[in-house]
């Protein structure tokens, strides 16, 4: 209601980035740890590179800003008055 298509869509995807950067933050360390303590089960074990961590951090943060992307380009795109006329 009164905002541009531009600032609804800054404005949700800077709190969808924040989020998924706290998560990503939080989940590093315990997956480090779950997979160690499961390497470990094995004769041969491998110590995972940190850029597997990464990529998959930036596969998440991707998919999590283009799914809120998708979603805000097509709610700037709706007639507000359409869908009042309906109910």
């Given amino acids: 209601m009164g905002a541009s298509p531009t600032n609804l869509f800054l404005m ?3 709190n969808t980035f924040v989020t998924a950067i706290i ?6 360390p315990v997956a480090i740890y779950l997979v160690n303590e499961w390497l470990q089960n094995f004769a041969y074990h491998i ?3 940190w850029s597997v961590y990464l990529l998959a951090g930036m596969i998440g ?3 999590a800003l283009i799914a809120v992307s998708y ?4 709610a700037a795109k709706a ?3 359409k869908n ?4």
């Fill in 79 to 81: 007639n507000p008055v």
């Fill in 71 to 74: 979603h805000v380009i097509k």
């Fill in 84 to 87: 009042l006329r309906t109910e």
């Fill in 12 to 14: 949700l995807n800077k």
């Fill in 47 to 49: 110590k995972p590179r």
């Fill in 61 to 63: 943060i991707v998919t």
């Fill in 23 to 28: 998560s990503f933050t939080v989940a590093i």
